[in-house]
């Protein structure tokens, strides 16, 4: 049997509320150690270990925790007695979380990522039955090489496309349009696709152990939305990742504001608030080229990018070509 190491951050996995009831609970309040004895079945799967690294709800991460959370991981995957990872985590921010670990993490070996939408003491909690297969994952042979991927609801997801798509349901993931990477049944793998994107291994991003991440903000575009979130936002962040109508549109009076940042040498990104589709250059919105377009990546994962992008690049030029491989 593989050794497969769990890292445990908290999440609604870890969650308590009223016994049966799934509406209403505190997330990251229960250990690990509790939630691995309620599935006598993972036993017969892996040796795990485990380890309480955190214990929050996931709208508490934040760009010094996935620094610490990347080296952390990256200490441990160089160990020859660990052959693969799964990290628990609350299911909010679960896709930042992992398209960060996808481009920050230095091997080929497995690491699955996993969480659950009703707590621990929910009649027919979810969490149980995703963190038995991301283990089943973590060991599975044609595991290796696949950059990081989410388990939920016996879907399997890459780090770069999965998107949380319902706050409600059990199956509250989705992958755009790109197709999961394959189904889990019970602890069996089955793969039919890969990720083509760059990531882990071959990822620039991954070489070093990082330090701290640059400021990036968001700023939201809905009709009649004034430029000055534009010039706040400014006041402190080196990059602005737009999260714009249609295809990362905005009114007149932000590409003015946009042109008028770009010149002063904040990195503006252009995405798009519409869940589904690519941004592409605009001669319209953007004449002299002077923003990024996100290509298929969401507004708060463009965010991740730009900040690993501009923590080794000031040149809009280079940011626009990593905003294409990755
Ligand atoms: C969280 O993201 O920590 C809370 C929500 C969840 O895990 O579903």
Not at 61 to 67: D, F, L, T
Not at 208 to 232: F, H, R
Not at 234 to 247: E, F, N, P
């Amino acid at each position: 049997m593989k050794n497969i190491m769990i890292v445990a951050t908290g999440g609604t996995i870890a969650g308590v509320g009223e016994i049966g009831k799934s509406a209403s609970y505190q997330a990251g309040e229960i250990n690990i150690d509790e939630i691995i004895q309620s599935i006598p079945a993972i036993n017969h799967i892996a040796h795990l270990s485990a380890v309480q690294y955190m214990n929050v709800d996931s709208n508490e991460m934040s760009p010094a925790r996935w620094v610490q959370l990347a080296n952390y991981l990256n200490e441990l995957l160089v160990r020859e007695d660990i052959d693969g990872i799964v990290v628990t985590h609350g299911t909010d921010t679960l896709d930042e979380t992992a398209y960060f670990l996808n481009l920050t993490l230095r091997t080929y070996k497995p690491v699955i990522i996993t969480g659950a939408m009703r707590p621990a003491t929910a009649a027919s909690a979810d969490g149980p039955m995703n963190l038995y297969q991301a283990v089943a994952l973590a060991c599975h042979e044609e595991a290796l090489g696949h950059g990081v991927m989410a388990v939920f609801s016996d879907t399997i997801y890459s780090g770069r496309d999965i998107q949380k798509v319902n706050n409600f349901k059990t199956d509250a993931f989705d992958k755009k349009d790109f197709g999961c990477l394959g189904y889990m049944r019970d602890d069996q793998a089955y793969f039919f696709a890969r990720a083509f994107k760059k990531h882990t291994l071959q990822s620039e991003f991954s070489q070093q152990p990082l330090t701290s991440l640059p400021k990036v903000g968001i700023a939201y575009y809905y009709a009649g939305a004034g430029s000055e979130v534009l010039e706040t936002l400014a006041k402190d962040c080196k990059g602005i990742v737009i999260a714009g109508s249609g295809s990362g549109n905005y009114s007149k009076e932000w590409i003015e504001k946009v042109g008028a940042l770009s010149k002063k040498g904040i990195i503006i990104v252009r995405s798009s608030r519409v869940g589904h589709g690519i941004v592409f250059e605009s001669p319209v919105f953007d004449e002299e080229k002077q923003t990024v377009p996100s290509n298929t990546l969401s507004p708060q994962k463009a965010r991740v990018l730009l900040m690993l992008a501009l923590s080794v690049t000031k040149e809009t030029e280079k940011i626009r070509e990593i905003f294409n491989v990755y």
